[in-house]
């Protein structure tokens, strides 16, 4: 899943990568996550890029879009990522 871009991990300062704890829910990916990184790499976003944009805050949802697509309010996400590209 990561080489596919389908799932984000960061390479800690001691070389060991982990994938946010936030992007799982139990031992699956949150649902509506792997879109958001498609649509995210769509529009010119690496993956640090994507990284912070994700747990970065945003008051019009309110809270980070990461707790928004944990909440089941991922089409919100969807709409903000999708204006970044235009």
Do not use: Y
Not at 18 to 39: E, I, N, Q, S, W
Not at 67 to 85: D, F, K, P, S, Y
């Amino acid at each position: 899943m990561l080489r596919d871009r389908k799932l984000l991990a960061v390479t800690r300062l001691e070389g060991t990568v982990a994938v946010p704890a936030a992007f799982l829910d139990g031992h699956r990916v949150v649902k509506g996550l792997c879109g958001t990184l498609t649509l995210l790499f769509d529009c010119g976003f690496d993956e640090l890029e994507a990284l912070r944009w994700l747990f970065t805050a945003d008051d019009s949802l309110p809270g980070t879009p990461i707790g928004a697509i944990v909440e089941h309010r991922g089409t919100e996400v969807n709409r903000r990522a999708q204006a970044l590209a235009f």
